[in-house]
């Protein structure tokens, strides 16, 4: 079904889709607000983290780096995640809801330095004006919301951040990618790849293929269809072709993943309850039932492969590879299905949640011959936000890098950065200390080698003992002896999502 007139009439079904219970439904106040929060701040200084930034800009400020910095790694690290979270006496509930921060640390001439910029989207332009929420969101009714004519009106473009044909993306689930300026961070817009697509929903998470391609999704659920449309961006940074995979039935997905000559998405089923409230208020995974699994091949968008497997809850893969008939994909499944659809919902409201996230690293094997689906589990527990060297072969399963929590932790939240290497059975661990909360860490090559796992980490931290945000790099093959440098700079970014690394 690749039609442009299926397509259209989908997008278009979008205003009557907003009127209805679910994406962007709200009708009641939500009780807890910003002086509950800041009351939570007063005693719990690692809840900047969930914070407001305050202001629109941040920087450019030099950072204090301590250690030496590798000379060779040059670039920038670009980050994304929710930062303006109140406004009035209204607060966000949900962690997904707050509008987006795009940060950039730049690494050159023996200095790192930081910038930060709130991402003008349409909407928090306007909030900015009126000086209160007057938009639907994903997890928080707001009361007396204005209609909308699309999901770009709302789009908050707080999850992640690409680069695609030379440009930098800001991206959301729910809506189009954001276009900004990749020095000044300023604003361009949301960018139509085509123009029967105007705000069609390109997820926050495409996957590159070495050639500088593109491929992505964006659920048709929030349009009150069923199913992912799939993008496929060239090296260019332009559209080749989209095509829409029909799932027949209710079911979540956040990313996805792929080897070298498949797509793999996992539909988790969900229920919505009767009444009013935002879609996460009202959506519950239903873990009775099983997860449909599509494996489409990138030749042929049009010939899925179906699959089921028992229920899991799943917001991030890592890689997928063929091995010996099957396909493999690994992730890190979430063990508390109300922790899953709310991640973080006590820190929101200024209040300290259970200690580390319930996760386990889990493998989803697609036996080819047999059309089966079964889960494998690896004695991995505690991570988040996995990354991967991409160059590993397609063969064979990469060294993870992720956030996990080691020793004492004051806060609720990573405070150290893991490699997991499954095939030896063997973990290393940095711990950053007590009271540092550490972010994903992105894999950057070593200039000169194609040896996977060669090359570094570079991943931000929120030290909020000392109040200053900074960014470590440490060698990938020796996470365990630290970072070879970090630099600070004397203030506090709120937690973000995910990052790219533009070298």
Known sequence: MQRRSFTQGLLLGAIAAAGRPGFLRAETLAPNGPARFAAGLAREPWLAGWKTVGVESLGPTQATVEGRWPNSLTGVLYRNGPAWFDRGDLRYQHWFDGDGMLQAWRFGDRKVTHAGRMIATAKFSQEQKSGRFEFRAAGTTIPGARGVRNNDDVNTANTAVVRLGGRIFALWEGGSAIEVDPETLASHGPITWRSDLVAAPFSAHPLLERDGSAWNFGSLD???????????????????????LDSREPGYLHSFAMTKKYLVFMFMPYRMAEGGGSFFERMQFA?????RIALVPKDALDA????????????????????????VVRAAQHLDLEEARSPMAAE?????????????????????????????????????????????????????FAPTTAGVATAPYFNAISSIDTRADRIRVHRYGADVMAEEHRFVPRPGSSNPGDGWLVGTLLDFKRGRSGVAVLDARRVEEGPLATAWVPYTVPLGFHGWYAG
């Open 222 to 244: 929030f349009f009150g269809a069923h199913g992912v449309l799939i993008w496929r961006i060239g090296a260019d940074g332009k559209l080749v072709r989209t095509s829409v």
């Open 348 to 400: 929101m409201r200024g209040e300290r949640g259970a200690q580390g996230t319930p996760t386990e690293l889990v493998s989803l094997r697609l036996d080819l011959a047999r059309n089966r689906a079964r889960w494998e589990t690896h004695g991995v527990n505690g991570f988040e936000f996995p990354t991967f060297d991409e160059r590993t072969p397609g063969d064979e399963p990469a060294l993870l």
């Open 287 to 291: 873990g009775d039932r099983a997860c």
């Open 304 to 327: 899925p492969r179906w699959f089921e497997a028992p229920f899991a809850a799943i917001y991030h893969f890592a890689d997928a590879y063929e091995h010996r008939g099957e396909v």
